[in-house]
């Protein structure tokens, strides 16, 4: 037997293996991250963008992304979880609460005046939400938790200085808690995603909303309103919002387990409080659209925002109720909450 022979095409074999073996570990991942802002906003240029230069770096030009923002991929913006775990997008910033009661548990960090600061509540809001919010999160791989630098008021017509002031005024709440708040202190919510808020106040839909500093800019909103009404600083926050980066799972499986380790690596409560640290410094450059428009600023002093807080009291009691009966310990949760938060 001629072994020479029977070698070469065994040997051609395995270089042509080993060729493509390795073609296909230097081959480059275009990850699609999709989101609901525009290209111009805080989100896409502190977070988003920053955020995929850093995985391009670590993963030595391997894994890149091709970001498509204000919703350029299709859909709405409480269809992008979902876009997530069906792999429209391979990763997707987006607001679980736009899914008004699926996220029942990870609302703990929206109910009023639970947070402290954007960086410190999403630290507290990873630990919370992959501990005790698992099942909600099934189908997609979390990646970052993080909330925002609280909310504002911007109204178009009247200042806001006191409870009384909210009274039958129609005002933009982004969350079902931040509506029942919104209720609780008389006035009257409507429901939206913050894209469609300039349009509707332009078009005196609502006569305020209740938005963060952080997307006024890019939104316009200070063209179109007149007022901005912030609490004492010294208070909890007024009202947040909890964000998610979501990676689809099946995406994340493809990797090599070298490009997996620089996803991780870029994962978790660290950078979720990374994430949050930016809400907490956009707050600065988002009020200095208010300042150069020359628009007029209220602060709610702290004895004020005490009968806020006692009036919004039953939205935390009817949250606890709620989650109760869906079978979870909603005091335990809250206290848990209020604990890490403390932290």
């Known amino acids: 037997m001629n072994t020479g022979k029977l070698l070469k095409p065994l040997l051609a074999a395995l270089l042509l293996a080993g060729g493509a073996a390795q073609a296909q570990s230097d081959k480059v991942v275009t990850l699609r991250v999709h989101h609901f802002l525009p290209p111009s906003s805080n989100t896409q240029v502190k977070f988003l963008e ?25 859909g709405t913006p409480p269809q992008l979880f979902d876009q997530a775990k069906d792999g429209v997008a391979d990763i997707v910033w987006a607001v679980p609460g736009y899914q008004a009661g699926r996220f029942l548990v990870s609302e703990a960090f929206e109910l009023p005046f639970m947070g402290v600061s954007g960086e410190k509540s999403s630290r507290a809001l990873w630990t919370y939400a992959t501990k005790n919010a698992t099942a909600e999160y099934k189908g997609v791989r979390p990646l970052v938790f993080h909330v925002i630098s609280g909310m504002a008021l911007h109204t ?41 808020v300039t349009e509707s106040l332009a078009k005196g839909v609502i006569d305020g909303a209740m938005i963060p500093w952080e997307v006024v800019p890019a939104m316009k909103v200070q063209e179109v309103v007149k007022f901005h009404t912030e609490t004492d600083p010294s208070m909890p926050l007024l009202s947040t919002t909890t964000f998610i ?61 005490s009968k806020w807080q006692r009036a919004s009291e039953s939205v935390t009691a009817d949250w606890v109720k709620e989650v109760s009966a869906k079978g979870y310990d909603g005091q335990k949760l809250l206290a848990e909450a209020q604990a890490l938060l403390k932290n």
């Open 245 to 305: 980066l979501a990676m689809n799972p099946a995406k994340y499986d493809s990797l090599p387990p070298e490009l997996k380790q620089v996803i991780d690596a870029n994962s978790g409560p660290e950078v979720s409080a990374w994430a949050g640290k930016i809400w907490d410094d956009a707050t600065l450059t988002g009020r200095q659209a208010g300042v150069e428009r020359k628009n007029t600023f209220y602060t709610v002093p702290a004895a004020e925002v």
């Open 50 to 74: 920053p955020w995929c230069a850093k995985i391009n770096a670590e993963s030595g030009g391997r894994l890149k992304c091709q970001i498509y923002p204000a919703m350029q991929m299709g």
């Open 156 to 196: 178009t017509t009247k200042q806001v200085r006191t409870m009384a002031d909210l009274s039958g005024m129609k005002l933009r709440a982004p969350t079902r808690l931040a509506t029942r708040m919104l209720t609780a202190l008389g006035a009257t919510p409507v429901p939206m995603p913050v894209p469609m």
